[in-house]
Structures are given as C-alpha cells and as structure tokens.
C-alpha cells in the first residue's frame, strides 16, 4: 500500500515562501511520476507542478517562475518550493504519485495515490 504524507502548509503573507513536503513510503518512488495538486473551495482539484522520472518537470502557468518542485530519490520525498505567494494561491495542496514505471500526465486522473493535503493560506 502506498502512502504520502504532506507537511510544510500553514498561513502566510503575499509576498512569502513556503516549501511543502511528500514522505512516500510502500512504492517504488524513483519510478513513479509525481505531482502537486491544489484545490480551493470547490470540487475540482487542478494541477500545479510535474516531476517525471527522467528529471524533466513542468508547471501549471499560474505557478510557472514561483514555485518549483524538486525529489530526493533517497529520502522517497517530494518538495514544492513556493515564492512570491499571493492570495489567489490559498488551497489544499496535495501530493500525488502515480503507477511506478507510467509517465502520468497532468491530469488528476493519472495518478493513483493521493495524500491527506495540507492547506496553505495566504493573506493579502
């Protein structure tokens, strides 16, 4: 069974940064594509930040020269570093893993595992 557990949220200031962190434990880590979600009040949980396998990343264009996503194979961890927060980033941020060996994309749906999330608030 896989697991991911968030930690790093809390509430800031426009202006701030703050870096969030996933522990996977029960997957094969360094195989597996891994992702950030975020989602606001509301149903839909939209995408953030990409990291495949071969070192390549990619992000949402709301986030895209502010936040950066970063692993460390050894410690099974996900990071995703963020600057320059503004208010319109206030979510539950989630970390996500998909099948280990599958290059997932950036749609919810291609990722199998999911964290709790952790919320990030930032005011204005």
């Known amino acids: 069974q896989v697991t991911l557990v968030e930690s790093g949220g809390g509430s800031m200031q426009r202006g701030d940064s703050l870096r969030l962190s996933c522990v996977v434990s029960g997957s094969t880590f360094s195989s597996s594509t891994m992702g950030w979600f975020r989602q606001a009040p509301g149903p839909e949980r939209v995408f953030v930040a990409i990291?495949?396998?071969?070192?390549?990343?990619y992000y949402a264009d709301s986030v895209k020269g502010r936040f950066s996503i970063s692993r460390d194979n050894a410690k099974n961890t996900l990071y995703l570093h963020m600057t320059d927060l503004e208010p319109e980033d206030t979510a539950v941020y989630y970390c996500a893993a998909s099948s280990p060996w599958s290059r997932a994309g950036t749609r919810s749906r291609d990722f199998t595992s999911w964290g709790q999330g952790t919320q990030v608030t930032i005011s204005s």
């Open positions: 990291s495949w396998t071969d070192g390549e990343t």
